[in-house]
């Protein structure tokens, strides 16, 4: 069984530039979460969603960030314009089903902005 | 703010040594708390633990939960080199809106095991 895929492994941009992060969630698992760990802090939660539907997406840092899951398999982060305070390493996590605590986590995408 | 504590942030022990790494923890709406190891890339899971006093095992690794104390410790004995990682500790709570959930990490326990 394939696990968490993301994509790409490492970006580097400039600020005011536009980044897209992908996410392929192991097969079947209807949630997907986004965490972020910015260097030097511990993994914080992003966003939460159950298939196609965003849960929750209280830790979403501000208005620049757009979190879309289409379809309710793959899902993107796109971050509009980047600023340097976005650099750090994104990843993802999808779990089985609504209220199954484990969460399996992708490799993450580590971004760097400049 | 819940947050979640690791202890230490850095080990660094000989082959064949036992380590015990500590989380503590102060969560509101608990839920479960796991463990996770990363070498590389992803975080791999490793327990998850919901009753307290019950230990899990898995080959030389094992791990406790203490609700009373809100903390767990992970037990790993006869270290090998491949153990050498960052260990997290997290807590899975439930947030704000109906079925909603999302887990809190400590800053991990760097483990280097040195032959």
């Known amino acids: 069984e394939a696990g968490v895929t993301q994509f790409p492994s490492h970006s580097v941009i400039e600020k005011g530039q536009t980044v897209t992060l992908r996410c392929d969630p192991i097969?079947?698992?209807?949630?997907l979460y986004w965490y972020r760990r910015v260097m030097g802090k511990e993994i914080k939660f992003l966003l939460h969603?159950?298939?196609?539907?965003?849960?929750?997406e209280s830790g979403m840092p501000n208005n620049r960030f757009l979190a879309e899951r289409t379809g309710g398999t793959y899902s993107t982060l796109k971050v509009q314009p980047a600023e340097l305070e976005d650099s750090g390493v994104y990843f993802c996590?999808?779990?089985?089903?609504?209220?199954?605590?484990?969460?399996?986590f992708g490799p993450g995408t580590r971004l760097t902005v400049l | 703010e819940d947050k979640v504590v690791q202890s230490p942030l850095s080990l660094v022990v000989h082959e064949g040594d036992t380590v015990t790494l500590n989380c503590s923890y102060e969560?509101?709406?608990?839920?479960?708390l796991l463990w996770y190891k990363q070498e590389k890339k992803a975080p791999t899971f490793l327990f998850m633990l919901?009753?307290?006093?019950i230990e899990k095992k898995s080959g030389r690794l094992s791990s406790i939960l203490d609700k009373k104390e809100l903390s767990s410790i992970l037990n790993i004995t006869a270290t090998q080199t491949g153990d050498s990682a960052i260990y997290l500790c997290?807590?899975?709570?439930?947030?704000?809106?109906?079925?909603?959930?999302?887990?809190?990490f400590g800053k991990g326990t760097k483990l280097s095991v040195i032959p």
């Open positions: 996590a999808s779990s089985w089903t609504r209220g199954s605590d484990t969460q399996y």
């Open positions: 097969s079947g698992h209807d949630n």
């Open positions: 969603f159950v298939k196609e539907s965003k849960q929750d």
């Open positions: 969560v509101t709406n608990f839920r479960s």
């Open positions: 919901t009753s307290s006093g």
């Open positions: 997290a807590v899975g709570r439930r947030s704000s809106g109906a079925g909603s959930y999302q887990l809190t």
